[in-house]
């Protein structure tokens, strides 16, 4: 049942009409693979939850892992499921190249924002008491000011 | 696993697609990037307000529901499940493009409609979500869940869960919108009739772009 393209008319522009394989095997080999990583994700959340005594290093490990596995997810669904695997590799280039950028785009800004917070802790003493008290443990002229739940605020 | 392309080609000598690749295709990929650079900078600000804060909700305790179990104490089930449902379309949606590069109308319209069903479980299940967190106090300005170390939250982690995963959600109506036509078009035979389902190939790209931001969703409000 397989369809040979020759030269697609309906698409003239394309010179080398290439449709994907004619199984589905590969197809469902990635569902395997998607829904094991998957599981193995959420196993590494549970985890971290059935182990509220980890230290902070363990804890970015594990979270660390979990990052490449959506990493590794990502690949598959694009290169398998978007069929950009079977691109000619300049396309696949014009799609990677501003993503790398992108990259240091998420360095830059997640580094910003630790710097900001290291900052704000140490000019702003009053605010840094207020934010790492445990509730519990805030005076109660300070439990009862809502001002933080103040609509929109960003603090 | 690129195409196997005989000797050297002058791709960009003009009159021909320089990518070798259909032009609504390109189009489509190039909307693609400049919308994963939009779900990226929602992402980006969420980790950097979060980078910037001294602590923040712990997910195993504020997504621990599941519909009809009550008060059951479920961590990140329900929301597992919707991410199975998800990548599960994507599946369907995959396999309804296989079908139409076999000119199989009938092997469209069976996978195109599972995918508008997982895609319409997909919103169903958000839409629960979302009714449940705002019954227990969540809402844009309102965050009642104190942060992993018992301090003080702020809206911010509602503020940011709401935007970004309504925005997503958004995605997936006009998604599940443009399936809805697709199927419409198939089953009157328009694909028949041109002798091609480049659309669905087209509206296929879209839908696994859509299961793409909702992994990196999962992964940064609902894992790390």
């Known amino acids: ?155 | 696993m690129a195409q196997a392309i005989p000797g050297k080609q002058k791709w960009w000598s003009g009159g021909k697609s320089p990518y070798n690749m259909e032009y609504g295709k390109v189009m489509m990929w190039f909307f693609l990037l400049s919308d994963a650079f939009t779900f990226g900078a929602f992402l980006i600000s969420y980790g950097t307000v979060r980078f910037s804060s001294d602590s923040w909700p712990d997910p195993n305790h504020v997504f621990h529901s599941f519909p009809f179990m009550g008060d059951a104490n479920l961590p990140l089930a329900f929301v597992s499940l919707m991410t199975f449902i998800l990548i599960m379309s994507s599946v369907t949606m995959v396999l309804a493009v296989h079908e139409g590069h076999r000119m199989n109308k009938k092997g469209v319209i069976k996978w195109l409609s599972f995918t508008i069903i997982g895609g319409l479980f997909f919103l169903g299940s958000q839409a629960w979500e979302w009714t449940h967190l705002y019954h227990v106090g969540a809402w844009w300005g309102s965050n009642p869940f104190n942060n992993i170390d018992h301090t003080l939250a702020n809206p911010n982690f509602t503020n940011f869960f709401f935007t970004i995963t309504g925005f997503h959600g958004l995605h997936v109506t006009t998604g599940v919108i443009l399936l809805i036509i697709a199927l419409i078009m198939t089953l009157n035979g328009n694909f028949d009739r041109k002798g091609h389902y480049l659309m669905i190939e087209k509206i296929g790209l879209y839908w696994h772009f859509v299961d793409l931001v909702w992994v990196f969703v999962f992964l940064c409000f609902y894992l790390i």
Do not use: C
């Open chain 1, 1 to 155: 049942m397989s369809h040979q393209q020759q030269h697609n008319p309906f698409a003239p522009e394309v010179t080398f009409p290439h449709p994907p394989p004619d199984n589905t095997k590969r197809i469902w080999r990635t569902f395997w693979i998607l829904l094991f990583v998957t599981m193995a994700e959420v196993g590494l959340g549970l985890f971290l939850y059935a182990n509220p005594s980890f230290g902070q290093g363990m804890v970015y490990f594990i979270k660390g892992l979990m990052v490449i596995l959506t990493l590794a997810k990502a690949f598959y669904i694009i290169a398998i499921f978007m069929h950009l695997g079977d691109e000619l590799r300049s396309f696949v280039l014009t799609l990677v190249f501003p993503t790398l950028l992108f990259i240091w785009f998420i360095i830059a800004f997640l580094w910003d924002g630790n710097s900001f917070k290291n900052l704000r802790n140490t000019y702003d003493p009053y605010r840094k008491e207020m934010y790492t008290t445990p509730v519990d443990q805030l005076p109660d002229h300070i439990k009862e000011n809502v001002e933080f739940q103040k609509e929109g605020a960003l603090h």
